[in-house]
C-alpha cells in the first residue's frame, strides 16, 4: 500500500489540477471563436438556448454521479457559457464588420460609457476618433475640441454629461453634418429642444440608451432602447450597429421613454438611496449589521453597496431632469406612508393585501430570460 502524499505533495497536485483547468478553459475559449465562425457562416443566431438546457442538465447529472454538487456544477457552467457568449459576440461583430471603411466620432468619449461605445464601434471596424477635453483615450485618434472637427463621419455619439447634451445636440443641428448622429442619455425630455433642433435641420438622427453599465461584456439578456425621431433610415442604422449582438431591441417615442425610465430607473434608485441612507443614519455600525443579517439584507445590501458607488451628479440628474420624475417619488412616498400606517395599526388584513397586491403583479411579468427574443 503507497504511502498517503505530503501536504506539500497534495498542494502541487492541487495547483497542477488548476493549471489544467486553465488550459481547458482557453481551448473552451477557442472552440467557442470556431463555433461563432460556424455560425456566422450558416446564419444561425449566436445564443441556442435549448443547447444550453442540455448541457447544464448534463452537467449536473454528471456532478452528481461523482459526488461533486449539481448547484456549484451549474453556478460554473453558466460562467463559462456567459465567457463563450461573449466570445462569440464578439467574434460575430468583427466578422459582420459592419463599419468596413467608414468612421465615427464619439464626443465624450473618455468617459466610462462613450469608452465603451468606442471600443463597441472599434470592434465593427470602424475607424474611431474620441473628441473629449479631459484627454486621450489609448488606441483612438484624440480631438480635445469636438466644435473644431470637420464632422465628416459616418456615425457621430453623444456620450456627454447630461447637463450638457442638449447644447452639444444644438450646436450639432447647426452645423449639420451628413453623418448619423445620436445621443446616449438615461434621461431624455432635457434633450427635447436640441433633438428637436436636429429634426429641423433634416438631419439623420435617432437617440439612444444603453440600458446596462460600462462594464458588460455581454449583451445577451440586456436591452438598448431606440428613440424614434421620425426618420426611419437613421433609426434603422442605429439598431443595425447592435444586429450582430444578442441585446434586445426596444423602440419608443420620447415621452414614454422617461415615463418608464422615472420607474425603472429613478424608483429603483431612490429605494437604494433611502435604504442605504437610513441604515447610515440608523447608529447601527455596518460590522453590527454584518454579524446579523439575512439572506434578503444582504441581497438588497449588495444592490445598495453598488447605487452608492455611482455618480452622485449623474444620479440627480436621472432624478432630478426627468420630466416625470416626481410622479415615482411621490408614489414612494405614498407607500412608505401607507405601509407604515398599516402596521402602526396593527392592521394584519391591510398589510396582507399590500403582499397580495404585489405578489399578483410580480407574478404576472416574465422572468428574465424569458421574454420575447
Do not use: C
Not at 21 to 29: D, G, N, T, V, W
Amino acid at each position: 500500500m503507497s504511502e498517503p502524499l505530503s501536504l506539500d505533495d497534495l498542494r502541487r497536485r492541487i495547483t497542477q489540477i488548476d493549471h489544467d483547468l486553465i488550459k481547458a478553459i482557453a481551448e473552451r475559449q477557442q472552440l467557442s471563436r470556431d463555433v461563432a465562425r460556424a455560425k456566422q457562416a450558416t446564419g444561425r443566431a449566436t445564443r441556442d438556448y435549448g443547447r444550453e438546457r442540455d448541457v447544464i442538465l448534463g452537467v449536473r447529472q454528471q456532478a452528481e454521479r461523482v459526488g461533486v454538487s449539481a448547484d456549484v456544477a451549474e453556478q460554473i457552467l453558466r460562467l463559462l457559457i456567459r465567457s463563450s457568449l461573449a466570445t462569440q459576440e464578439r467574434a460575430r461583430a468583427v466578422a459582420d464588420g459592419h463599419g468596413s471603411g467608414k468612421r465615427a466620432l464619439v464626443i465624450g468619449g473618455a468617459g466610462k460609457m462613450g469608452h465603451w461605445f468606442a471600443d463597441f464601434l472599434a470592434s465593427q471596424a470602424f475607424d474611431v476618433e474620441v473628441a473629449d477635453p479631459s484627454g486621450a483615450v489609448s488606441g483612438y485618434a484624440h480631438v480635445p475640441r469636438w466644435e473644431d472637427s470637420a464632422l465628416e463621419h459616418d456615425v457621430i455619439v453623444v456620450a456627454t454629461p447630461l447637463g450638457i447634451t442638449v447644447d452639444v445636440l444644438s450646436a450639432l443641428a447647426a452645423r449639420a453634418p451628413k453623418g448619423l448622429i445620436f445621443d446616449l442619455a438615461s434621461v431624455k425630455t432635457p434633450l427635447r429642444p436640441g433633438l428637436d433642433a436636429l429634426v429641423a435641420a433634416g438631419l439623420r438622427v435617432t437617440s439612444l440608451h444603453p440600458m446596462f453599465g460600462p462594464d458588460t461584456d455581454l449583451l445577451s439578456g440586456r436591452h438598448v432602447i431606440f428613440i424614434d425621431m421620425g426618420n426611419a433610415s437613421a433609426l434603422a442604422e442605429a439598431q443595425a450597429l447592435f444586429q450582430p449582438t444578442m441585446a434586445e431591441q426596444v423602440v419608443m417615442g420620447l415621452d414614454e421613454h422617461d415615463r418608464l425610465m422615472a420607474y425603472v430607473l429613478g424608483l429603483s434608485h431612490a429605494l437604494n438611496i433611502a435604504f442605504f441612507t437610513v441604515l447610515a443614519d440608523s447608529g447601527e455600525t455596518a460590522p453590527r449589521l454584518a454579524r446579523m443579517s439575512s439572506t434578503t439584507f444582504d441581497a438588497q445590501l449588495a444592490i445598495a453597496s453598488r447605487v452608492a458607488e455611482e455618480s452622485p451628479a449623474l444620479y440627480f440628474e436621472i432624478q432630478a431632469l426627468n420630466a416625470y420624475g416626481t410622479e415615482s417619488l411621490a408614489a414612494l412616498l405614498s407607500a412608505v406612508e401607507r405601509l407604515h400606517a398599516t402596521v402602526k395599526a396593527g392592521d394584519v388584513t391591510r398589510f396582507t393585501e399590500m403582499m397580495t397586491h404585489g405578489r399578483s403583479y410580480l407574478h404576472s411579468r416574465p422572468q428574465l430570460g424569458q421574454g420575447p427574443r
